[in-house]
């Protein structure tokens, strides 16, 4: 048996895998990594054109976390750090306080984005929000 435990971001993943409509979001992510931009722009492309007024805001949230992951795997870090220091929404799905598992991925990436330019006590400082870990040593 494996043993598995719920943390924000697995109750995303699976909030995602049962509504359809936030599937471009993890499928965007996924190609972002992979360095497949255009299909991630289209994934963040259908974020926004999903019709789902209660959850506008947090499909537009994804789409520019999305947006921001794709330029900082093309070098554009300035841009997808900018992307990323945009406020959160206030929207809250219930999963541990977290808008969706889209509050730790932006804190992550904005650490690694800051560390990428040097910034790394800048980078830390985000490090150091996500979940009460604490990445010094």
């Not at 019709?51 to 554009?76: C, D, F």
């Not at 799905?93 to 006590?121: K, N, P, Q, S």
Request: glycine share 8%.
């Amino acid at each position: 048996m494996i043993a598995t435990s719920r943390t924000p971001a697995s109750d995303f993943f699976m909030t995602a895998l049962l509504d359809s409509r936030l599937a471009p979001f993890v499928d965007g992510l996924h190609s972002a990594r992979l360095g497949d931009s255009s299909t991630a722009s289209a994934d963040a492309r259908r974020l926004s054109l999903v019709n789902a007024p209660k959850l506008s805001a947090l499909l537009r949230q994804m789409a520019s976390t999305v947006s921001s992951i794709t330029a900082a795997e093309r070098g554009e870090f300035a841009f997808a750090l900018a992307g990323l220091e945009q406020p959160l929404c206030t929207l809250d799905l219930g999963l541990d306080g977290d808008v969706a598992g889209t509050r730790f991925i932006r804190r992550y990436e904005r650490g690694m984005l800051l560390d990428t330019l040097g910034r790394r006590e800048e980078a830390l400082h985000w490090y150091d929000s996500i979940g009460g870990v604490e990445w010094r040593t």
